[in-house]
C-alpha cells in the first residue's frame, strides 16, 4: 500500500511541477513521496534475500531513467534512483562487518559522493533512509525526521514546504500493514516509464 502511495505522489508531483506550479496543495502532497520510497529501501534491505541483486536492479533502473528525466525536469541533477542505490550502499556498509575505522569514513564518503554528483535530495536523502533504518516511524521519533529535514531545507536550499514530508511518518504509520503488493516488474518499469509519457504529454501539449 505505501508503495501504490509513493508512486501516486511521486506522479503529482511530477505533474504539478511540469503543469500546476503554482498549486501549494500538490506541492505539499507531492514532498511525502520521497520519505515512502526512503522507508521502503530500509525495509527492503531488512527483508531482501539478496542485497546484491537488489542493488544491480536499483542502479539499472538509474541509468535507464536518467535520459527520461532529463527530457522532462532538464535538470543537472541524477535521478533519485541514484540515491536510494547510494542509501541502499550505506545500509550495506552500517550492517557490515567492517571495523568502525573503516565503516564510518565509507558511509561519509557515500555522503560525499552523492553531494558532489548532485544526486538528487543527496546527502538529505540518504541520511533519511539511514534513520528510517534505525528508528522506524515511531511518533516520538517526528522531532529527529524534523531536524533532518530542516538540515536538507538549510543546505539545499529546498523550499520550505519540504518541512511537510515529515507527515509521511503518519501516512507509513497507518498504511504499512495493509497488504496491497504491485508486481515487481511493474514497479521498476513504473519509474522510467512516467518520464517518457510526462515528455510525450509535454510535447504533445507545446
Known sequence: MIKLFAFLFMLLAHIGYLYFPNSITIMLVGRLAFP?????????????????????????????????????????????????????????????????????PLIILVFVVADVMNFEYGMYGIGLILLFYKFGTKLWTLPIYLVITLLGVYFYHYNIVQLFSVLSIIVISICKNKNFKINQYVSYAFYPLQFIVLYLASSYIG
Open 36 to 104: 515512502l520510497f526512503a522507508w521502503g529501501i530500509a525495509e527492503g534491505f531488512k527483508y531482501s534475500k539478496n542485497t546484491n541483486q537488489y542493488l544491480i536492479r536499483l542502479f539499472a533502473i538509474a541509468i535507464l531513467s536518467q535520459y527520461p528525466y532529463y527530457l522532462v525536469f532538464h535538470s543537472a541533477y541524477l535521478n533519485v534512483c541514484f540515491t536510494l542505490f547510494a542509501g541502499l550502499i550505506s545500509l550495506k556498509l552500517y550492517k557490515s562487518t567492517l571495523n568502525m575505522w573503516w565503516k564510518i
